[in-house]
């Protein structure tokens, strides 16, 4: 905390808070586009967060990315913790393995000595085999336990680095570039004013459910990521940004 002062984070922290409109913004030193440690501050950040607002039997919903496969890593057990259970929030987003919301989940529960559940879906579904599967009663039983989740951990991506990563047919990466998409969240693309130009269909929460009863952390550094933060915090602020320096900086140069 000290650090922190010294290195004048804490000013930065504040004017950020202003201009997102975020209620509390967390910033670790450093740049983690550049370095992996600095996820794992980021990481441990989080952790702190969570812990802090946690109630016991909370449902903890988690999306899948790198920087939330670092904050996993970060889990430590705590007896509040330890009562909750952690679930993916939504289905796959054509992650690898060991980014996928399943996995980090139970990576998160594992090391909280936690309770989670998976959910099986593919990654792209027909709109029929979305219809069918959502009354299958066992994918409804994991549907209703993630809408009751009241907390909700999730990464942010640059669109157009997202879309690349999940192998994207050409059609829609110009789709992407002519509507202009600069961030990604959640399996939702948006424009630099926080418009969603396309959603990602797959089972878990939808954005319109996160209403004022779920609190969001979310966590997204890099000096690469500066526009995508400050694009998806338009469409809707989040009541918990932990982030990086560089990231930090870049937001409060533009515009
Ligand atoms: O694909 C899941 C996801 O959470 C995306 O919604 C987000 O854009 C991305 O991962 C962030 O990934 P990373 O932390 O690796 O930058």
């Given amino acids: 905390e000290m650090m922190k002062e010294i290195l004048g984070l804490r000013a930065l922290e504040t004017e950020l808070e202003q201009k997102l409109g975020v209620t509390k913004v967390v910033i670790v030193p450093g740049n983690s586009d550049e370095e992996d440690w600095v996820k794992q501050e980021m990481g441990q950040a989080c952790v702190r967060e969570l812990k802090s607002i946690i109630i016991p039997s909370s449902v903890v919903a988690v999306m899948g990315g790198t920087t939330l496969a670092a904050v996993a890593q970060m889990m430590t057990p705590d007896p509040k913790v330890s009562q909750s259970i952690f679930v993916p929030a939504r289905g796959g987003l054509g992650e690898r393995v060991e980014n996928q919301a399943n996995t980090i989940s139970a990576e998160f529960a594992d090391r909280a000595g936690a309770e989670y559940r998976l959910m099986h879906v593919p990654d792209q579904l027909s709109e029929e085999a979305y219809s069918s599967l959502v009354l299958e009663p066992s994918v409804k039983e994991i549907l209703d336990l993630i809408k009751t989740s009241r907390i909700l951990l999730h990464g942010i991506g640059d669109a157009t680095r997202m879309a690349a990563r999940r192998s994207s047919e050409e059609p829609f ?83």
């Fill in 173 to 255: 990466m110009n789709k992407l570039k002519r509507e202009h998409a600069v961030a990604e969240a959640f399996g939702y693309y948006f424009n630099q004013t926080g418009e969603i130009i396309h959603k990602q269909r797959t089972i878990g929460l939808q954005l319109d459910e996160l209403d004022a009863g779920k609190h969001v952390i979310s966590v997204a550094g890099g000096a690469s990521k500066a526009n995508a933060i400050a694009a998806y915090m338009k469409h809707r602020p989040s009541d918990v940004l932990i982030t990086d320096e560089a990231a930090a900086k870049g937001l409060l140069h533009n515009e």
